[in-house]
Each structure stands twice: as C-alpha cells, then as structure tokens.
C-alpha cells in the first residue's frame, strides 16, 4: 500500500482554510493543520479527522510575525509524518488601513501573515516538495487585481503574493508546480451578516448584481480548485485561477 501522502494548510483552523483541510483528508491525505490563535477550533478540527481515521491529522501553531515561529512550523512539518507533498498557503489577516492612517505595525502584520511567511515556508519546504514532485497553492484574492478601497496594505500584500507565484513557479520548476486561486466573493463580511435590514438588503443585492452567476460562491469551491491544482494540474504552473463567478469581468 502507497504511503499516504502530506499536505500542510496555514489558517486552516476555521472557514476556507478548514475546508481545504477536510477535501484533501477525503481524498487520503494526511494533514497538517496550522493555525495562529484559534487552538480550540484547530484541535476539535484534528480531533474530527483522527476519528475517521487514526494519525491521519496534526495542528501547530504560530505567529508569522515572528520568523523563528514560521521556521519552527516548518521544521515540525517535516518532522509530523515524515514527508510533505503539498504546501497551501492559505493564512491571511484582513482588514482596513486608510491611506494617510495607516502605521508601520499594520504594513508588518498584513505583510507578513499574506507574503513573507509564504514565502519563507516554501523556501524551507520547497526540497522536501520537490523530492515527491509536489506542488504549492498560494490563496490570493480578487483585490490583488482590483484594489479594495481603504485596504490599500492588505491588496499590496496579495499583488505580492500573486508575483511570488509566478516568480516560484520558475525558481522551483520543474520538480514543483506553484501555483494560486484568487477568490472572490465567498463569505459575506461581517457587516452583512444575518440582517433584515433594508440597507443591508441593498448592498447585498449590489454585490450579486456585479457577480455575472449571480451567487456567492461556496468554501467547497475554493477547496476544490485549490485540491485540482495540487493533483490535477500537471502541466500547470505560474497561474493564478480567479475563482469569483465571473466578477472579475463586470
């Protein structure tokens, strides 16, 4: 019997990330959950997993605002089960930066949790990834394009992402294949959530009518893009998929 392949998801303790981590666990992959501050939601995850089947799933955590901690997430990767095929890096923080407002600790945290630590993961990892012809998946999103206003930190930092794609592409080819998904939207902000208010009703209404399939998309259809260019995807590399029901188009 084959040994079961590794893959390791950043910020996959809960929602998107969470659901990565869940497709790849269906389809055998042992898997390694990362998270930041949400242990609890990390552990009940990895718990689940185990159930269905035993040592198949494990959680570290760090902070990628500390170097050290994005090294030792790496070095415990290696160490979890003995290999690792597929690196995502999904870890994101988000949130606004006004131009003229924003601070030097807003430029270091949004940078380093959506680029630097990518980076120095697959840097860490990439010759274990090559060694079993893997690949690595970045999450970016739509606003690496089409800026969001009043995030200017946040899109800068997923432009970046999608360069470091395209430029690890060639530094690590051929033996692996990176490449990324840029989502659109998926969930709704927190502002409108679960309200009957008329205006809430409104700008949901507004967000639909600039997506041409007319819906929000699904967690599961950020995973399962994110699984078919891990797997799937052989000759694919450098690309970044918009997976945003055709808002990029409006």
Excluded at 53 to 73: H, I, T
Excluded at 164 to 186: C, D, F, Q, W, Y
Excluded at 188 to 215: C, F, H, M, Y
Aim: glycine content about 8%; charged content about 20%; aromatic content about 6%.
């Amino acid at each position: 019997m084959a040994e079961a392949k590794v893959v390791l998801v950043t910020g996959a303790a809960r929602r998107i990330g969470a659901c990565i981590v869940e497709i790849f666990h269906q389809h055998a992959y042992r898997v390694i959950v990362h998270h930041r501050q949400s242990a609890v939601a990390a552990k009940a995850l990895v718990d689940k997993l185990n159930e269905l089947r035993p040592n198949s799933a494990a959680c570290f955590g760090a902070d990628f605002n500390n170097k050290a901690e994005v090294e030792r997430l790496a070095g415990a990767a290696l160490d979890c089960f003995g290999r690792l095929d597929v690196l995502v890096n999904n870890a994101s923080s988000f949130y606004a930066t006004n131009f003229g407002k924003a601070t030097q600790p807003q430029w270091e945290d949004l940078q380093n949790s959506n680029l630097r630590a990518a980076f120095f993961l697959a840097q860490s990892l990439g010759e274990e990834i090559g060694r079993r012809g893997g690949a690595i998946v970045n999450v970016s999103d739509t606003h690496a394009d089409r800026p969001l206003k009043n995030y200017p930190i946040y899109s800068i930092a997923k432009a970046g992402l999608q360069a470091m794609t395209r430029s690890l592409a060639v530094e690590l080819a051929p033996e692996v294949r990176v490449n990324g998904i840029a989502p659109g939207a998926i969930l709704w902000p927190a502002l409108l959530q679960d309200s009957e208010d008329q205006s809430v009703l409104e700008a949901r209404e507004k967000v639909l009518r600039n997506i041409p399939l007319g819906t929000l998309g699904k967690k599961q259809d950020i995973a399962d893009a994110v699984y078919f260019l891990a797997n799937d995807a052989d000759y694919v590399t450098g690309q970044v998929i918009r997976v945003d029901g055709g808002r990029s188009l409006a």
